[in-house]
């Protein structure tokens, strides 16, 4: 059936063309989707309370390694005071508390290791020595694996006061990357939580090309070139807790491999226990399995950022009331996306009940994945830890080898994100926590340091996780701090606490930095601006009169006023509770009067007066009470509050201050921005999206019409809507002047052929191909 003229869709030239009506409407209900409402989860208004494009060079502390190339450093290990940073050809030894190079490890890669590396198509940059992988085995022997010109090795060094030894060199393929760009991750986990005495778990790569991804511990690792293990992963960190070795990475789904190709994050685990299994399976895995990430935004079609780049160590705490351990997690969006980052926590326990739920998996290669039947698990369930896994049956290997996903993903602890950041300034890469931060009057919150691509650092806390409801989400971006001024990707981050002070040490592929955790006493100097920074870290000293983070109010907390989740105290006398009530706009030119109270007038429909009022005698007053004289500015009654959205006076709307972004510092104080929002209601977001959506479906309306109309041919006599090109060929035909044999009959010509009537009855029709009597001269038009 062919479409009508009227039909909201146009057929030409075989192609279906939607209604532009509908585009537009399409396109409106996106864009208002994508803004909200005063409860929308986009976090549009969150503003840092402070940002800093310059640091102090007295806060800092700095170490540039070789500065004759880029060193691509890697924090391998805190040891004490000590830290241990992976370079290039380097394990350089450092201080903490005063970043100065205690003692380097050097391993140069051999010239014949070079001339492989440079043969196979390497660069010279690529063909050096990158350690990568760092492991203390025992109090003076430690694991070095590096790169090694893609070739890599792997030695045992003993540690001297002031040198390392060289005990044994061993292969290092399944322990360290071929690529120094490759993301890997190793841990050693020893028993109870014991540093030495333990084993390697590596995840990484196995070949020179990459394609054979791997978690390893010698002598077990996970199925080799088995899409369902690992599909391309690139692994971000790795955790141990209790019984268990967690790894978190992301990878290409390939549960979602029928409908497409995406990336989906992964947390693994396999258990320190596994001794892998009977006879064939005595080099893999017996309890590996994994499961999805869930970092979105909630909703009927949630929003996913679904590539993982940084986890944090697991933190303890209270939240709501109740103790829970979390991991935070730093996720973005794909590249070709809309960009956007977030900040996501998972409560450990819910990924152990995700591990303890239902398998995940498909029958053949074109079947969709399914939830697996509890009936068809077997027993012992796989995936849990045993004293010997070499005892279990084949069928509880076997189902683990084609069953180690699970159906579940694991939810995010508050149901969303904790920080979104949308645009395309920046991504996150990077996250440290500084746990449990506790203020004067007495609640915790985890302090997040945030690293991004661009050389800055963020500072950010969720104020509401120490309120009663667990749920709650309020989002508080503290700080941002441009660390590196050549916008530099920050790759690591650590928070290093002292009796006397604490840093964050920031680390870049050629540079490393310490800066202050804080700095109150220069982004505050009056209470209300110590106060509304909402930094866990600064409180106001009420004797000393000072914006401090002195660890003296742990015995006075009396004498600190500090409120991270208002940002406001009454205690603060230059500032009041902020309201969030219209803000009152005073009168241009004020009204003197002789009492005490101001005197207005009543409002009347009318013209009338106000006695007793300079400027308001024998002036005209419209209904609401306002002068009408022209030379009189508008005034407004004490009593009629300002609106947030002036429209009877045809005035702009006026801005007004977010209780939650207050201004944070006196006006001479640098490094500092005052944030001022417009706040609408929820009645002027209604309006303005029925009014686009009304506009949208009548302009649409209107060129669907106008569309329509120029398709339409409404001089032809078909009953075929045929298009505009045809035209020239209609002309011909129906010119009887071109051609006397088409001036015969008015009648329809057939494309084909044209025979003329006649009137005898054994005489066949024109449109008959089995007569071959000859015909009268005939022009052929085909088209």
């Not at 004490?80 to 140069?108: C, D, P």
């Not at 006879?279 to 499961?291: C, E, G, Q, V």
């Not at 996501?344 to 819910?350: N, S």
């Not at 012992?380 to 993903?409: A, W």
Request: with cysteine; aromatic share 10%; charged share 20%.
């Amino acid at each position: 059936m062919l479409p009508t003229q009227r039909s909201s869709r146009i057929l030409i030239g075989s192609r279906w063309l939607v209604h532009p009506g509908f585009l537009f409407l399409l396109l409106s209900l996106s864009m208002t989707s994508l803004i909200g409402g005063d409860d929308g989860p986009w976090q549009n208004g969150i503003q840092p309370h402070i940002r800093v494009s310059q640091l102090d060079e007295s806060d800092l502390q700095r170490f540039l390694g070789n500065e004759s190339h880029t060193d691509y450093f890697k924090l391998l290990e805190q040891d004490g005071e000590s830290l241990l940073v992976g370079a290039r050809n380097i394990v350089y030894n450092i201080s903490l508390s005063t970043l100065m190079e205690k003692k380097r490890l050097e391993w140069f890669s051999s010239y014949a290791d070079i001339s492989m590396c440079k043969l196979k198509g390497k660069s010279e940059t690529e063909c050096q020595n990158y350690i990568r992988v760092l492991a203390r085995k025992s109090e003076d022997v430690i694991l070095v694996c590096g790169t090694n010109a893609f070739k890599p090795m792997c030695r045992n060094y003993r540690q001297t006061p002031t040198d390392y030894i060289v005990e044994k060199e061993m292969s290092g393929e399944g322990l360290c990357p071929y690529d120094p760009n490759h993301n890997s991750t190793a841990i050693f986990a020893g028993p109870l939580g014991q540093r030495t005495d333990g084993d390697l778990y590596v995840a990484t790569v196995a070949q020179f090309s990459g394609a054979d991804p791997l978690i390893y511990r010698e002598p077990l690792r996970t199925e080799q070139f088995n899409f369902e293990h690992l599909n391309a992963p690139s692994f971000v960190s790795s955790i141990h807790h209790e019984d268990y070795v967690y790894f978190f990475f992301r990878e290409t789904a390939v549960e979602y491999i029928n409908c497409g190709k995406t990336v989906y994050s992964r947390v693994a685990r396999v258990c320190t226990k596994d001794k892998g299994g009977p006879h064939k399976f005595r080099n893999r895995w017996t309890s590996f399995l994994k499961a999805r990430l869930n970092c979105s935004l909630p909703g009927e079609f949630p929003f996913y950022f679904n590539e993982i780049q940084s986890t944090s160590h697991i933190v303890d705490g209270l939240y709501g009331g109740k103790p829970a351990q979390l991991i935070y997690a730093v996720f973005t969006t794909p590249t070709n996306s809309i960009s956007g980052s977030a900040v996501c926590a998972f409560r450990l326990e819910d990924i152990l009940k995700t591990f303890d739920g239902p398998f995940k998996g498909h029958e053949d290669v074109n079947f969709n994945w399914l939830p697996v039947q509890n009936s068809k698990v077997p027993e012992p369930r796989p995936g849990q830890c045993v004293n010997d896994s070499r005892t279990l049956p084949e069928m509880t290997v076997n189902f683990i080898k084609n069953h180690n996903l699970m159906d579940q993903s694991v939810p995010a602890f508050w149901g969303k994100p904790l920080v979104i950041y949308t645009g395309f300034k920046y991504r996150y890469t990077y996250i440290a926590v500084d746990p449990q931060v506790e203020t004067a009057n007495g609640k915790k919150y985890d302090v997040l340091f945030i690293g991004t691509d661009n050389g800055k650092v963020i500072k950010a806390l969720n104020a509401g996780s120490d309120e009663k409801e667990a749920s709650k989400i309020t989002p508080v971006i503290v700080e941002e701090m441009l660390v590196f001024p050549q916008r530099v990707p920050i790759t690591n981050l650590l928070v290093y606490h002292t009796m006397s002070e604490a840093k964050l040490v920031v680390v870049s592929q050629d540079e490393i930095l310490t800066i202050p955790l804080h700095n109150c006493d220069k982004h505050a100097r009056t209470c209300s601006a110590c106060v509304a920074l909402r930094d866990p870290y600064c409180a106001w000293d009420i004797n000393e009169r000072t914006c401090t983070s002195s660890k003296k109010r742990i015995g006075k907390k009396d004498k600190f006023v500090q409120n991270v989740a208002n940002g406001w105290d009454t205690r603060c006398p230059e500032d009041a509770k902020p309201s969030s009530s219209p803000i009152t706009v005073p009168s241009t030119t004020p009204i003197e009067t002789t009492t005490q109270e101001p005197i207005t007038c009543p409002p009347c429909p009318v013209k009338c007066v106000c006695p007793g009022v300079p400027g308001y005698m024998d002036n005209e007053v419209d209904e609401i009470g306002r002068p009408l004289n022209k030379e009189t500015s508008p005034q407004r009654s004490p009593h009629q509050s300002a609106s947030r959205h002036d429209n009877h006076l045809g005035g702009r709307p006026v801005p007004q201050e977010d209780p939650d972004i207050k201004p944070n510092m006196s006006p001479d104080t640098p490094d500092a921005s005052r944030d001022y929002h417009l706040i609408y209601t929820a009645e002027t977001l209604a309006i303005a999206v029925t009014s686009s959506i009304v506009s949208s479906l009548v302009v649409g309306f209107i060129s669907g019409y106008i569309f329509s109309r120029r398709c339409r041919n409404e001089e032809m006599e078909s009953p075929y809507d045929e298009g505009p090109y045809l035209e020239p060929q209609h002309n011909v035909r129906m010119d009887p002047h071109l051609d006397p044999y088409l001036s015969r009959n008015n009648k329809p010509i057939n494309l084909v052929l044209n025979v003329p009537n006649t009137n005898s009855k054994n005489s066949k029709t024109a449109n008959s191909s089995a007569d071959n009597k000859p015909v009268d001269k005939v022009k052929k038009i085909y088209l």
